[in-house]
């Protein structure tokens, strides 16, 4: 099983009641062909650069799963066949490079730790020097 990152783009209502049941509607033929659907994040509505199919603008929705890359071709037919999905671009996701991502995520968090601590000390130190 391999990670892959999908970008789907439905067309149509933004209703979140109509846009939940055509997101779990293309979420089932993942698990149906074996994956694991890992994360999901609504990227929300966004115009289109120009007019596709009669249809100014869509929902994006970013899925992040695990595949047999043997499949890969097969779920992209189906998605064919899928009416609620206006597109769907799948990018299979480079573990070296995510982990290069959270170990700077991780260091840069400790650098505001620091200077949020120095801060408080430096501002500590002012009060009573102020009275």
Known sequence: MKKYDGLYI??????????DAQ?????????????????????????FAH??????????????????PAKVSELVNRYRLVEEVFRV???????????VYAAQREAAAKREAIKAQKDAEAEAAEAPAAE
């Open 51 to 68: 007019p596709m199919h009669k249809r100014e603008n869509g929902v994006y929705v970013l899925v992040r799963f695990e595949f047999d």
């Open 10 to 19: 439905f067309a149509g209502q933004a209703k979140d009641d109509i846009l």
């Open 89 to 99: 671009q799948i990018l299979a996701v480079d573990e070296r490079r995510e982990a």
């Open 23 to 47: 997101i779990q509607k293309a979420l089932a033929e993942v698990t149906r062909l074996g994956g694991n659907v890992l994360s999901q994040e609504v990227l929300g509505k966004r115009a």
